[in-house]
């Protein structure tokens, strides 16, 4: 069965500096990777994917990942981190049951950007 | 697009009451999901629906726990009776295809409190 961990439950960054959000994944085959936020009281967004191709992947928001197959790993990243994506962030592994696709999240990082 | 809709929002019960919870997917998207994310932890799925049929509910404990999408359409989830550890916001998803390269459409959630 696939997994994933997210080793931290909080990260803190200062506005302005990049930031880091690690997660590392259990999966048999080809892994699809996805990576999603959650501010409060609202649903699970979208931020991006890792399908095939270019280990650094580019989504929404300023945000891209990197893939390191070797390690693993999926590791979220941004430049310079803004006050606003504070939020609770989600990786998850795409596992087949039976033809179907169901995706195994993480337990969460919390991320705090401080003015 | 209009996006998952979810209700109620928030919904709060006495342990061995019952309740249900309704979705309405992304017109044309085959595939629901429900996923319970209890506080502090990642969403765990509790079933999965290929149109109106049930694809995985391993995880569902159906001892107290229904779910159903009678015309492949909208779904409800339904708990009875109600016990303290259900207390959780009730996540429900859908997506277009089967083979897990796009992302999940989430919905906004029904926070569930148990007293």
């Known amino acids: 069965a696939q997994s994933v961990a997210q080793p931290e439950d909080q990260v803190n960054v200062a506005e302005g500096n990049p930031l880091t959000v690690k997660c590392t994944y259990s999966?048999?085959?080809?892994?699809?990777l996805f990576w999603y936020v959650q501010y409060p009281n609202r649903g699970l967004q979208f931020l991006l994917k890792?399908?095939?191709?270019?280990?650094l992947v580019k989504g929404s928001y300023g945000f891209e990942a990197e893939f390191n197959k070797s390690q693993t790993s999926f590791h979220l990243k941004k430049p310079s981190a803004l006050v606003s994506d504070s939020a609770l962030y989600f990786c998850?592994?795409?596992?087949?049951?039976?033809?179907?696709?169901?995706?195994?999240f993480g337990k969460g990082t919390m991320l705090l950007v401080s003015p | 697009e209009a996006g998952v809709a979810q209700s109620p929002r928030y919904k709060i019960i006495e342990k061995r009451q019952s309740v249900a919870f309704w979705c309405n997917p992304i017109?044309?998207?085959?595939?629901l999901y429900w996923y319970q994310q209890i506080l502090g932890q990642g969403p765990k799925l509790l079933i999965q629906?290929?149109?109106?049929?049930?694809v995985d509910d391993s995880q569902l404990p159906k001892d107290r726990f229904s779910a159903e999408r009678l015309k492949g359409v909208d779904s409800t989830l339904k708990i009875q009776p109600a016990k303290l550890e259900d207390s959780a916001v009730y996540l429900c998803?859908?997506?277009w295809g089967t083979g897990g390269e796009d992302g999940y459409t989430f919905g906004s959630g029904t926070r569930l409190t148990v007293v």
């Open positions: 999966v048999s085959g080809n892994p699809y």
């Open positions: 998803a859908s997506r």
């Open positions: 998850a592994v795409r596992g087949m049951n039976s033809g179907y696709s169901t995706l195994t």
């Open positions: 017109s044309g998207h085959a595939t």
């Open positions: 890792y399908i095939t191709g270019d280990n």
């Open positions: 629906f290929q149109n109106n049929g049930v």
